[in-house]
T-cell receptor
Framework: GDSVTQMEGPVTLSEEAFLTINCTYT??????LFWYVQYPGEGLQLLLK?????DKGSNKGFEATYRKETTSFHLEKGSVQVSDSAVYFC?????????????FGKGTMLLVSP | EAGVTQFPSHSVIEKGQTVTLRCDPI?????LYWYRRVMGKEIKFLLH????????ESGMPNNRFLAERTGGTYSTLKVQPAELEDSGVYFC????????????FGPGTRLTVT
């Protein structure tokens, strides 16, 4: 079945450091790929998405490129801020009879210190 | 526009008791999803409603779980009787149209079964 594997956390960085959170996937069909973020006390928010190979999703300084050849969708940010501290979830969605459900990874906690 | 809301935010019950979780989707959203995250594991799909109809309930763990969406508005998820392994965070999400990937998530209900 479909699955998503992302790096274990927590990831601890100092402010302005470079961030990479690795994500790889296994899927039948042609999935779309997502990064969701959960800030403390809040629900999941869509951070960015890519719907086909070689697409780059970007938002709030975060980027991820859909790499079909390596089945990866790594999340990157050039300079993290304390406010980026949150749990990040990689996910994929595959159309199934006209609708989609999401398959998530386990989540990676990011802690950014001043 | 109000987001997806869930009630309660946290519930602590004893094994064998019954708990009902509620989700109010964004107004006008036909699609409603339930997901669950058990501690340290992936967020897993439970079921999907289109309006009041169950479209896919393949993720429901067993018959102790009952989901309803009467009238196609809010949804409830009842666990009866609760077991220790049911502890986790239950997320609800909604989306506005058929076959739309972008799901809007609520803050979740943390269920603790003691």
């Amino acid at each position: 079945g479909d699955s998503v594997t992302q790096m274990e956390g927590p990831v601890t960085l100092s402010e302005e450091a470079f961030l990479t959170i690795n994500c790889t996937y296994t899927a039948t069909g042609y999935p779309s790929l997502f990064w969701y973020v959960q800030y403390p006390g809040e629900g999941l928010q869509l951070l960015l998405k890519a719907t086909k190979a070689d697409d780059k999703g970007s938002n709030k300084g975060f980027e991820a490129t859909y790499r079909k050849e390596t089945t990866s969708f790594h999340l990157e940010k050039g300079s993290v801020q304390v406010s980026d501290s949150a749990v990040y979830f990689c996910a994929l969605g595959v159309m199934n009879s006209g609708y989609s459900t999401l398959t998530f990874g386990k989540g990676t906690m990011l802690l950014v210190s001043p | 526009e109000a987001g997806v809301t869930q009630f309660p935010s946290h519930s602590v019950i004893e094994k064998g008791q019954t708990v009902t979780l509620r989700c109010d989707p964004i107004s006008g959203h036909d699609n409603l999803y339930w997901y669950r995250r058990v501690m340290g594991k992936e967020i897993k799909f439970l079921l999907h409603f289109v309006k009041e109809s169950k479209q896919d309930e393949s993720g429901m763990p067993n018959n102790r779980f009952l989901a309803e969406r009467t009238g196609g508005t809010y949804s409830t998820l009842k666990v009866q009787p609760a077991e220790l392994e049911d502890s986790g965070v239950y997320f609800c999400a909604s989306s506005p149209k058929w076959a739309d990937y972008e799901q809007y998530f609520g803050p979740g209900t943390r269920l603790t079964v003691t």
